[in-house]
């Protein structure tokens, strides 16, 4: 700001003018964070020890990115440090005003070697957090028509279309749509156990949702598919039914099993009796704090940690561990209510041939 701003903000305080001289003081000091800001849609006054700000907001998020702005002036090593007591923004006009969910389309389509999406998104950090797992398939070719569209419930909304993209980023030629509160994903699995894994990524989608799940398992051949197809659905609806969908979480940078799990983990080797003779993979999750090989070793632990509590509880099925460290949120890493989703373990029914393949058995 400068010693000459420094100087009047010491008069503001400690000065003959008082309160008057705090007003000024907190006024000249929005309008710089306007300035260094480049907001040229706002304007910034004083009244007491309120910012009051007019203008023509493009958005809701636009609008609430200055007063995050105005906020820091609180936090700034200066003598009318925390001297803000609120932003008022009635004069402000929000020219595009935020979409509900209802009203929302989005869609992902993959062929070939060519992703295409198109509809809304709610913003560009939520557009390039929806694409990261795609971005780490070079040879994939992306066809990006999105377009912006502020969105109410952002967050839910997102968790919803990172666990449908989660899920046909491992899948082969398919589809996601979005159509208000209905997800519909299609796509085609030469493997049982991607199958599966996409279908527990789009459960793991927040509530409130329709999800529609449509994928082609082209691991089935011949008349025996179809008894091999019906006692995994079996094995997996008791699945279902015993964790009632809850996921089984974990305390940050931690692999143990609390109260709550041990209780989930004894009904869980309950209803899988249904499972005998069927291999369930118990897949590890983190969230994306600390680094990548810190992350896989840590989802490593905890499915092991589960694997060596049901092999006390149940010899009807036999597990594998897989880890996947932070590679597949099912929710924003941005949030602690997000983070606290990705820690977790998902329970995958694959057949009993399948002997260890893509796992990471301890």
Same mark, same amino acid.
């Given at each position: 700001?400068?010693?000459?701003?420094?100087?009047?903000?010491?008069?503001?305080?400690?000065?003959?003018?008082?309160?008057?001289?705090?007003?000024?003081?907190?006024?000249?000091?929005?309008?710089?964070?306007?300035?260094?800001?480049?907001?040229?849609?706002?304007?910034?006054?004083?009244?007491?020890?309120?910012?009051?700000?007019?203008?023509?907001?493009?958005?809701?998020?636009?609008?609430?990115?200055?007063?995050?702005?105005?906020?820091?002036?609180?936090?700034?090593?200066?003598?009318?440090?925390?001297?803000?007591?609120?932003?008022?923004?009635?004069?402000?006009?929000?020219?595009?005003?935020?979409?509900?969910?209802?009203?929302?389309?989005?869609?992902?389509?993959?062929?070939?070697?060519?992703?295409?999406?198109?509809?809304?998104?709610?913003?560009?950090?939520?557009?390039?957090?929806?694409?990261?797992?795609?971005?780490?398939?070079?040879?994939?070719?992306?066809?990006?028509?999105?377009?912006?569209?502020?969105?109410?419930?952002?967050?839910?909304? &997102? *968790? !919803? +279309?990172?666990?449908?993209? /989660?899920?046909?980023?491992?899948?082969? @030629?398919?589809?996601?749509? =979005? #159509?208000?509160?209905?997800?519909?994903?299609?796509?085609?699995?030469?493997?049982?156990?991607? &199958? *599966? !894994? +996409?279908?527990?990524?789009? /459960?793991?989608?927040?509530?409130?949702? @329709?999800?529609?799940?449509? =994928? #082609?398992?082209?691991?089935?051949?011949?008349?025996?598919?179809?008894?091999?197809?019906?006692?995994?659905?079996?094995?997996?609806?008791?699945?279902?039914?015993?964790?009632?969908?809850?996921?089984?979480?974990?305390?940050?940078?931690?692999?143990?099993?609390?109260?709550?799990?041990?209780?989930?983990?004894?009904?869980?080797?309950?209803?899988?009796?249904?499972c005998a003779g069927l291999k369930i993979a118990i897949e590890g999750h983190t969230d994306s704090t600390g680094g990548a090989a810190y992350?896989?070793?840590?989802?490593?632990?905890?499915?092991?940690?589960?694997?060596?509590?049901?092999?006390?509880?149940?010899?009807?099925?036999?597990?594998?561990?897989?880890?996947?460290?932070?590679?597949?949120?099912?929710?924003?890493?941005?949030?602690?209510?997000?983070?606290?989703?990705?820690?977790?373990?998902?329970?995958?029914?694959?057949?009993?041939?399948?002997?260890?393949?893509?796992?990471?058995?301890?």
């Amino acid at each position: 700001m400068g010693a000459g701003f420094l100087i009047f903000g010491a008069l503001a305080v400690h000065g003959p003018f008082g309160a008057s001289a705090i007003e000024a003081g907190l006024e000249a000091a929005a309008r710089e964070q306007l300035r260094t800001g480049g907001i040229d849609w706002a304007s910034a006054e004083a009244n007491g020890r309120r910012i009051v700000l007019n203008g023509s907001a493009p958005d809701r998020a636009a609008l609430g990115d200055v007063i995050d702005l105005i906020a820091t002036i609180n936090s700034a090593d200066t003598p009318i440090a925390r001297a803000i007591a609120g932003v008022d923004t009635t004069g402000v006009v929000i020219l595009a005003e935020d979409k509900l969910i209802d009203d929302y389309r989005f869609s992902a389509r993959i062929d070939g070697d060519r992703l295409s999406i198109s509809g809304g998104v709610p913003d560009a950090t939520t557009r390039e957090a929806l694409l990261a797992p795609f971005l780490k398939t070079s040879a994939l070719k992306i066809s990006d028509d999105t377009e912006i569209a502020p969105l109410s419930a952002k967050a839910v909304w &997102a *968790d !919803a +279309a990172r666990a449908g993209l /989660a899920a046909l980023a491992i899948l082969g @030629d398919g589809a996601l749509v =979005i #159509d208000g509160f209905k997800v519909s994903i299609s796509g085609v699995a030469d493997d049982g156990a991607v &199958a *599966d !894994a +996409a279908e527990s990524m789009i /459960a793991g989608g927040p509530a409130g949702f @329709d999800y529609v799940v449509a =994928i #082609d398992r082209r691991d089935l051949p011949g008349l025996a598919s179809e008894d091999k197809a019906q006692s995994r659905s079996l094995c997996q609806s008791a699945i279902n039914r015993s964790v009632n969908g809850r996921k089984l979480t974990f305390a940050a940078n931690s692999d143990q099993l609390d109260a709550d799990e041990r209780a989930m983990l004894d009904t869980f080797a309950m209803e899988i009796r249904a499972c005998a003779g069927l291999k369930i993979a118990i897949e590890g999750h983190t969230d994306s704090t600390g680094g990548a090989a810190y992350n896989l070793q840590l989802s490593e632990r905890r499915g092991y940690a589960v694997k060596r509590y049901l092999e006390t509880r149940t010899n009807e099925s036999v597990f594998e561990t897989r880890a996947f460290g932070e590679t597949r949120p099912i929710a924003s890493n941005s949030t602690n209510a997000g983070r606290q989703r990705n820690r977790r373990i998902d329970f995958v029914v694959i057949d009993a041939e399948i002997q260890n393949e893509g796992a990471n058995a301890p």
